[in-house]
C-alpha cells in the first residue's frame, strides 16, 4: 500500500479543493482545522493505517463524545481520500439514536430573554439584535451576513449555502427593529451587522460577546453560543407547527434525519411524557 508524509503544503492543496467543490466557507474552516491537527499528530511519520486507528482511539480515550470524534473522522478521511490514502480511512463510531438531548447542553426560552434583558442593560444593541436576528429566523450565524439593509426592506433574506438557495422571510417586528437600527447607526447599505472598521460581524466576534453577557443574565456559559439559538428556534418552531418537513425547508437541512436532532426534548420533558402515559400503576 503507498504511503506519504503529510505537510501543510498538501492542507493548502486541499483548502483549493474544497472550494473547487463549492464547500461552504464554515465547512472549509472546519476540514481544515481537523485535518490541520491531524498533519500536526503524524509528526512526520508516513500515514498509515495504523496511524489513522492510533488517532482515533486517542481521540476517544482524551473524552470527545462520539459525535465530536465522527464528525472530525468525516474531515480527516475527505482529506485522505484528496490525498489518494483511502486504504487509510476509518470508520465512524457506531452510535445510537439518542430519543432526548442533554439539559445542561440546551438554551431554554427563559435563559434567551435573560440573555437579551442582559444586553439592553449593558446597552449592547447590535448583540441584542444579532440574537433576535439568529433565535427568529433560524438562520446559521455565517448567514448574517446576508441580512443587508435592501434585503430587509424588501422582508426576504437570499440565502446562498452549499449550492444551495434559500429565502428566509423577515419577521415584521424584527424588520422594524433591524432598520431602526441601521439608521441610527447611520447604514444605508450593505450589511447591518459591521464591526467598527466595516466589515461583517464573524463567528468568533459573536461567541465572544454571548460569553461576556452569561454572568450579567446568569446563564451557564455552556449553553451560550450562537447555534443553540438556531435550535431554539427549531424547537419553537416544531412545538408550534409540528411539521419536520417544512422546518427542513427552513433551516436548509437536505435531511430530515438532521432537523430531528434539532428538535429533541430535553431529559426532563422526556421523562415528564413518558410518566404520562400512566403505564406504571
Same mark, same amino acid.
Given at each position: 500500500m503507498e504511503t506519504k508524509i503529510v505537510t501543510p503544503a498538501d492542507l493548502s492543496l486541499f483548502e483549493k479543493h474544497l472550494c473547487r467543490e463549492e464547500k461552504s466557507a464554515a465547512t472549509v474552516e472546519k476540514y481544515l482545522r481537523d485535518a490541520g491537527a491531524f498533519v500536526v499528530l503524524t509528526d512526520g511519520k508516513p500515514v498509515t493505517k495504523e496511524l489513522t486507528v492510533a488517532? #482515533? #482511539?486517542s481521540l476517544m480515550e482524551k473524552g470527545y463524545a462520539d459525535r465530536s470524534i465522527n464528525s472530525m473522522?468525516?474531515?480527516? !478521511?475527505?482529506f485522505l481520500d484528496f490525498l489518494d490514502l483511502s486504504h487509510c480511512k476509518v470508520k465512524n463510531i457506531k452510535t445510537q439514536r439518542q430519543t432526548y438531548c442533554l439539559e445542561e447542553k440546551e438554551l431554554t426560552r427563559a435563559e434567551y430573554m435573560r440573555l437579551l434583558e442582559a444586553s439592553k442593560k449593558t446597552e449592547q444593541l447590535q448583540l441584542n439584535l444579532v440574537m433576535q436576528t439568529l433565535c427568529g429566523t433560524g438562520i446559521r450565524v455565517s448567514e448574517l451576513r446576508y441580512f443587508t439593509v435592501e434585503a430587509v426592506r424588501q422582508g426576504e $433574506?437570499?440565502? /446562498?449555502c452549499k449550492s444551495k438557495t434559500r429565502t428566509i422571510l423577515v419577521p415584521g417586528k424584527? %424588520? %422594524?427593529?433591524?432598520?431602526?437600527? @441601521?439608521?441610527?447607526q447611520k447604514i444605508t447599505t450593505g450589511c447591518i451587522? $459591521?464591526?467598527r472598521k466595516g466589515n461583517p460581524l464573524n463567528r468568533s466576534n459573536i461567541w465572544a460577546q454571548m460569553k461576556r453577557l452569561c454572568e450579567a443574565a446568569g446563564v451557564n456559559p455552556s449553553k451560550v453560543f450562537p447555534h !443553540?439559538? /438556531? #435550535?431554539?428556534?427549531a424547537r419553537t418552531f416544531y412545538g408550534i407547527e409540528?411539521? $419536520? @418537513? #417544512?422546518?427542513a425547508d427552513i433551516l436548509g437541512h437536505s435531511s430530515i434525519n438532521t432537523t430531528r436532532i434539532y428538535i429533541k426534548t430535553t431529559s426532563t420533558e422526556h421523562r415528564r411524557k413518558i410518566e404520562r402515559l400512566g403505564l406504571v400503576v
Open positions: 488517532w #482515533k #482511539k473522522l468525516a474531515s480527516v !478521511n475527505s $433574506i437570499t440565502v /446562498r424584527l %424588520k %422594524k427593529l433591524l432598520l431602526d437600527y @441601521a439608521k441610527k451587522f $459591521i464591526t !443553540n439559538l /438556531r #435550535k431554539l428556534f409540528k411539521d $419536520i @418537513a #417544512k422546518l
